[in-house]
Nanobody, 123 residues
């Protein structure tokens, strides 16, 4: 399983960024891809996830209403549209995959991880 995350960068507060995670190397029909983030000195936090089976989604309270997760079935790519970014969103963002139907923002359930991409929100 390979997960390639890209799309991070530097943006001013209230700006937007779009992260993408391309998944490959497997043929499972049931899996969930999640986005996690880790800010300096803080624990890793689950941000959002989406199920491949029915595109069910889950968001953390801190990003609900500002972030939107979506999936392109044809390219097996999951995107995270991040709007109205705040300095508190600054972190390294990771995508991860868990096999099965469990939708969760707990990182313990995810066994495959991509490399991180830095998101910096600052004026």
């Amino acid at each position: 399983v390979q997960l390639q995350a890209f799309g991070g960068g530097f943006v001013q507060p209230w700006g937007y960024l779009r992260l993408s995670c391309k998944a490959s190397g497997f043929t499972w029909d049931y899996y969930v891809i999640g986005w996690f983030r880790q800010a300096p000195g803080k624990q890793r936090e689950g941000v959002s996830c989406i199920a491949a089976s029915d595109s069910s989604t889950l968001y953390s309270k801190s990003v609900r209403g500002r972030f939107t997760i979506s999936r392109d079935k044809a390219t097996n790519t999951v995107s995270l549209q991040m709007d109205n970014l705040e300095p508190e969103d600054t972190a390294v963002y990771y995508c991860a995959l868990t096999k099965g139907l469990l939708i969760s923002l707990e990182d313990q359930y995810y066994h495959y991880w991509g490399q991180g991409t830095q998101v910096t929100v600052s004026s």
